[in-house]
């Protein structure tokens, strides 16, 4: 891929505020993909659709959505539909799979040990682990290196999707290490990640992800990733 075709930003971010948010018993009735924003998760993704706004100073963007009801509302509310054209629904970018109709006891239960196991390897029962997500992201990656190539390719990119998967893109993005990847907390609802393209055409992170520990440093390549 030639550097000159590569996107001034790729923006990552987090659904809004949604009813799983407040009460997590709905998984038992409701299936994941379907459970919908609340009120105050639209409010945040308009206020984020603001910042986008200026972020790409008024400039078109190609945006990948995960196929789930809060992402697509998500993106809706985001109040960006003159700059996005056709968005592109990528079932890839969707949320960790944890089962189908949640038994919240047994889920519960399956997050102790999956504390115990570790976040990236962890498989939930008929659901999937970190890796797995990991694996499906890198495919996508592979994906998006070609649509830069395209000749009508924006400057701006950005991808509607989940806390983990955010996570783990940024992970294999910058070939963080396992070991750092556990101690990253999930940005909040409506959260934004921004890589941005520098002077040599790499990449850099508008912002870290914040750490729930400090048992583990980050190495010099770890912390290179941001700005």
């Known amino acids: 891929m030639g550097l000159s075709h590569r996107p001034l930003r790729i923006a990552l971010i987090r659904h809004g505020e949604s009813e799983a948010n407040l009460d997590k018993s709905i998984f038992e009735r ?77 889920i519960e239960r399956q997050e102790v040990l999956r504390d115990r196991f570790g976040h990236f390897f962890y498989r939930f029962t008929h659901g999937e682990s970190g890796s797995d997500v990991y694996d499906r992201v890198s495919t996508f990656l592979e994906t998006m290196h070609r649509d830069f190539e395209a000749p ?11 806390g983990l998967t955010m996570r783990l893109f940024c992970m294999r993005w910058f070939h963080w290490s396992v070991k750092f990847f556990e101690t990253l907390r999930n940005p909040d609802n409506a959260e934004t990640r921004v890589l941005l393209r520098q002077p040599d055409f790499q990449y850099k992170l508008d912002r870290p992800f914040e750490q729930w520990t400090t048992t583990y440093k980050p190495t010099e390549r770890e912390r290179s990733a941001w700005l």
Do not use: C, M
């Not at 994941?32 to 008024?58: C, M, V, W």
């Not at 009508?152 to 989940?162: G, I, M, R, T, Y």
């Open 30 to 106: 409701v299936p994941d993909h379907a459970i919908p924003l609340t009120p105050h998760g639209h409010e945040q993704s308009a206020k984020a659709g603001k910042y986008l706004r200026e972020l790409f100073e008024n400039e078109p963007a190609r945006v990948y959505v995960s196929p789930y009801v809060r992402a697509w509302q998500t993106l809706d509310s985001l109040g960006l539909d003159d700059l996005i054209g056709e968005p592109r629904e990528e079932p890839r970018l969707r949320e960790q799979d944890w089962a189908n109709y949640q038994d919240t006891a047994d």
């Open 152 to 162: 009508d390719a924006p400057q701006n990119v950005l991808l509607v999707s989940h």
